[in-house]
C-alpha cells in the first residue's frame, strides 16, 4: 500500500491543487523532492522550507529514521524565517523591521518565490523490478548525473524573497554506511535586490543591516507511537530538547560543537508504565500502526534526532567559520500566536518575529528546565512546560550587514539514530519481563555492564545511549564537512536489480555499472519474510562474476522482500569516529530494496473443484505465525485456481465488495481483505465466484471471516 501510495503521489498532488485553488497559501503548489540515498529519509519543498502539514495533510510527516520501517516520522513542522532592520521596499515603504516567512505553518506565498529545484546524482538511479514492475518506496525524480560530485545524490533548491535575498539551497546525502544517517543543507544567501526572477521588480539599491537567517525546528519522536502513548506526542508535547555550545553551561571536552537535539521525553497523562522509549506493551490503541505480533515491549519510540551547525560565516568577507554562530539558540512555545498567520506587512507582529530571532541563547536550557537535577534516567518534569503543544528548537544566524551582491554561507546537519530494531526489541521483551513480574528484580543489565533491579532504569538507560550515538553522528558529520567531503566512497550499488516469483523458485538477477569494477568485491543478498519492514537475513554471498541467485529455501504462501549489496574493501580504523578495523564498506541497501511481495506460487489449476481458501476460517485471534500468514495479519490466500481468471467477493447477501483480476498464470493469488475502498472487511461469511476467463467455467466457494 505504500509504495502504491508513492507512485500515485504526482495524482494525489494534482487532486490537492485542484481542491485548494481558492486557497492563496496552498503549499502543494511546489516541487517536492526525496531525500532517500541513507538510512534518514526527508522530503524537501522548493519554497526553501518544509512546514506543518506539508503536502501531507498530517502532523508527523518526513524525518524517518531508521527509514525502511514505516511510521518513523518524526518531522512535525519546519520553518525559515529571514529578517532585518530598516527595510525599504520597491513601493519605498519603510519597515523598522521585515521578516519574510516559510512556515511552520505558512506556506511562503508571495513571500518566497522559487526558482530552480532539481536533483542531481553521482551515478544514474538504480533500478529494482520485482515481477516485473518497478519497486520502489520514495520516487526518484532526478534532473541530471554528475559524476564529479561528492554526495550520492544532491537536490539544489533556489528562490527568491521580498527582501530580495536570493537563498541557494543544497541539500545532499551520502550511501557510506557510517555518513548516511544525516543530511546537510548548505545555504548562500545573496543580497541580489531583485525580489523574484521578474527583473522589472526590484529593490532600492541598499544594504541589509541585522540580517538574521532563523530555522524553527518542531520535533516529534515518532509517529509509530503516537497512538498508543497519546495523540499530544504527535505534535511533540513530550519533546525533550538539549543543546551543546552555546555558552549556557559548561559542555564536556568531547561535546563542543553546536547543536540541539531532542528526544521522547515524559508524558505525564499517560499513567500505564513509564513511557521513556514507548515501549509497545498494547497495540490496541495504535490505530493500525503497530501488529499483534509487535505487543513484546518492543521500543517504539528510541530515537534521538538533532541539528548540528558545521559552518556559518564570520561576514561577507571573512568567509572563515564562526564559532559564536548560531548567535540565538533558543525553544519556543510551538503553539505560541507567532509560529501562525505570519505577514511580512505585519510591522507589530514582525518587531516580535524579530525579537525571537535576535534574543540570544535561551537559559537555563530546555532540557534542564524540565529536569533541573538531570536526571533524565528518572525523569519527573514535564516537557511541555505547561503550553498546549511543546516546544520547538530555533537556531538564529546573524547578525550580518549584507550588501549588494554580497553573501551569507551557512551550513547545518540533520542526523537521527538510536537503538536498532533488533535491541529495540530485546531490550523491550525484557523490561517487559520485569514489568509484568513485580517479583522480577533482575539483574537487568546497564549498558555499561553494571545491573540494576529497576526495569524503568534499564530500558531508559538504553534508549539514553542514543544520545552518545547522535553526538558520535555529529562529530562524523563536522568531520566530513571539514574535509571538504572527501570521505572514502563505498562501492557502486548494482545498476538493476531483478525479483522473480516463481513456482519452485524466486529468481534473483542483477547487473552493475561497469564490468571489472575494482571497488566491487563481492555481493551479499539478503531477505525478509511476511513485510518489508521486518527483520532481514543474509542468504547468499555472492562473487564477482555472479550475476543471479535462485532462492529455493523459502516456503508456498509468505510475502518474501528482497535487497543486494556491493560489497568493498576495508576501510581504515578511526577510534575518533568510532570505526573499528576490519569494516568493509558496503553500498547502501536502499538503492536495492524490494518493496513490493514475490511469492513461491504453484502452477495454474486445472480443476475447479480444487480451488481453496486458505485460511478458512479466519480468525484474527489465531496464532499470528501457525495460522495466518507470519507479519501480513489480514491476508488470505485462493490457490488452485486458473491461470487466468475473475475472483469477485461478495457478502453473504450478494453485495459485492472487491474484484480482483488475476493473470500472473499461476495457481495463487492473495486478498488483503479489504473491499474496493481500502476498508478492512468486517466478520461474517463471504462468497468467492471465481471464473475462467479461458473456459467461462465458474466455481463459488464460501469463507469464514472473524474479528
Known amino acids: 500500500m505504500k509504495r502504491i501510495f508513492h507512485k500515485k503521489i504526482s495524482f494525489i498532488f494534482l487532486s490537492i491543487i485542484i481542491l485548494f485553488t481558492a486557497a492563496e497559501n496552498s503549499f502543494s503548489q511546489y516541487d517536492i523532492r526525496w531525500m532517500a540515498v541513507g538510512s534518514l529519509h526527508n522530503w524537501y519543498s522548493s519554497i526553501g522550507s518544509e512546514i506543518e502539514h506539508g503536502f501531507q495533510k498530517v502532523q508527523q510527516y518526513g524525518l524517518q529514521w531508521p527509514a525502511i520501517y514505516e511510521y518513523q516520522n518524526m518531522q512535525a513542522a519546519k520553518g525559515l524565517w529571514i529578517g532585518c532592520m530598516n527595510f525599504k521596499d520597491e513601493t519605498g515603504r519603510e519597515f523598522p523591521h521585515k521578516v519574510v516567512h516559510v512556515g511552520p505553518r505558512v506556506s511562503g506565498a508571495n513571500e518566497f518565490f522559487p526558482m530552480e529545484m532539481k536533483m542531481v546524482s553521482r551515478f544514474e538511479p538504480p533500478l529494482v523490478y520485482v515481477d516485473g514492475v518497478q519497486s ?12 564529479t560530485m561528492k554526495a550520492d545524490r544532491m537536490i539544489i533548491n533556489i528562490t527568491n524573497n521580498q527582501l530580495g535575498i536570493k537563498t541557494t539551497r543544497k541539500i545532499f546525502q551520502f550511501g557510506q554506511q ?107 490503541g495504535s490505530s493500525g500502526y503497530i501488529g499483534v505480533a509487535d505487543s513484546v515491549g518492543r521500543l517504539g519510540s528510541p530515537q534521538y534526532v538533532g541539528v548540528v551547525t558545521l559552518h556559518a560565516d564570520k561576514s561577507v568577507t571573512d568567509p572563515t567559520d564562526d564559532p559564536s554562530q548560531p548567535s540565538t539558540t533558543t525553544y519556543k512555545g510551538s503553539d505560541k500566536p507567532e509560529t501562525s498567520n505570519n505577514d511580512a506587512f505585519n510591522l507589530k507582529m514582525m518587531e516580535s ?56 554561507h551557512i551550513v547545518f546537519a540533520e542526523a537521527s539514530t538510536g537503538l536498532s530494531r533488533e535491541k529495540c526489541i530485546e531490550v523491550g521483551k525484557r523490561w517487559k519481563a520485569g514489568f509484568d513480574n513485580p517479583n522480577d528484580q533482575g539483574p537487568f543489565t546497564l549498558p555499561d ?117 556491493v560489497v568493498g574493501d576495508e576501510i581504515a580504523a578511526n577510534a575518533n569516529l568510532n570505526i573499528p578495523a576490519g569494516i568493509k564498506l558496503h553500498s547502501s541497501r536502499y538503492y536495492m530494496q524490494s518493496y513490493d511481495p514475490a511469492f513461491l506460487k504453484r502452477p495454474a489449476g486445472e480443476d475447479l473443484d480444487q480451488i481453496r481458501v486458505v485460511p478458512n476460517p479466519y480468525n484474527i485471534s489465531a496464532d499470528p505465525n501457525n495460522l495466518l500468514f507470519p507479519g501480513e495479519a489480514n491476508k488470505l490466500a485462493f490457490f488452485n485456481i486458473p491461470g487466468d481468471c475473475s475472483i469477485k467477493i461478495f457478502t453473504e447477501i450478494g453485495e459485492l465488495i472487491t474484484t480482483i483480476d488475476h493473470n500472473d498464470g499461476t495457481g495463487d493469488e492473495y486478498w488483503n481483505c479489504t473491499t474496493e475502498h481500502k476498508q478492512i472487511v468486517v466478520s461474517g461469511v463471504y462468497i468467492a465466484v471465481i471464473k475462467d476467463n479461458v473456459t467461462g467455467e465458474t466455481k463459488i466457494v464460501k469463507f469464514l471471516i472473524i474479528r
Open 136 to 147: 520502489y518506496e520514495k520516487p526518484v525524480d532526478n534532473d541530471e548525473v554528475d559524476p
Open 178 to 284: 557510517f555518513n548516511d544517517n544525516y543530511i546537510i543543507s548548505d545555504y548562500t544567501f545573496t543580497n541580489t535586490g531583485n525580489v523574484d526572477d521578474d527583473p522589472d521588480i526590484e529593490l532600492p539599491n541598499q544594504t541589509l543591516e541585522g540580517v538574521y537567517f532563523f530555522f524553527q525546528f518542531r520535533w516529534a519522536i515518532c509517529a509509530e507511537t503516537r497512538y498508543l502513548i497519546g495523540n499530544g506526542t504527535g505534535w511533540g508535547m513530550n519533546t525533550m530538547i538539549d543543546t551543546r555550545g552555546d555558552g549556557v553551561k559548561e559542555d564536556p571536552p568531547d561535546e563542543n560543537f553546536r547543536a540541539q537535539f531532542a528526544w521522547h521525553g515524559k508524558f505525564p497523562t499517560f499513567v500505564d508504565y513509564d513511557n521513556i522509549g514507548a515501549p509497545i506493551y498494547d497495540p490496541s
Open 353 to 408: 518575529e524579530y525579537g525571537w530571532m535576535s534574543e540570544g541563547h535561551m537559559e537555563p536550557r530546555h532540557a534542564d528546565k524540565v529536569e533541573p537535577d538531570g536526571d533524565f534516567l528518572h525523569p519527573t518534569g514535564d516537557p511541555a512546560l505547561g503550553t498546549p503543544g511543546g516546544f520547538s528548537a530555533c537556531n538564529g544566524y546573524g547578525p550580518y550587514t549584507i550588501g549588494p551582491g554580497e553573501s551569507i
Open 449 to 565: 555492564g553494571t545491573t540494576t533491579t529497576n526495569e524503568n532504569e534499564f530500558k531508559n538507560a538504553w534508549v539514553y545511549t542514543g544520545r552518545d550515538s547522535l553526538f558520535q553522528t555529529f562529530r562524523r558529520a563536522i568531520d566530513n564537512c571539514n574535509s571538504d567531503y572527501d570521505i572514502v566512497q563505498p562501492p557502486l550499488p548494482p545498476a538493476a536489480f531483478n525479483v522473480n516469483s516463481g513456482g519452485d523458485k524466486i529468481s534473483l538477477t542483477w547487473d552493475v555499472y561497469q564490468e571489472n569494477d575494482p571497488s566491487l568485491k563481492s555481493f551479499e543478498i539478503y531477505r525478509a519474510k511476511g513485510r518489508y519492514d521486518s527483520t532481514y537475513q543474509l542468504i547468499h554471498e555472492a562473487g564477482i562474476d555472479e550475476r543471479g541467485y535462485d532462492d529455493t529455501q523459502i516456503e508456498r504462501g509468505p510475502s518474501y522482500y528482497y535487497y543486494i549489496m
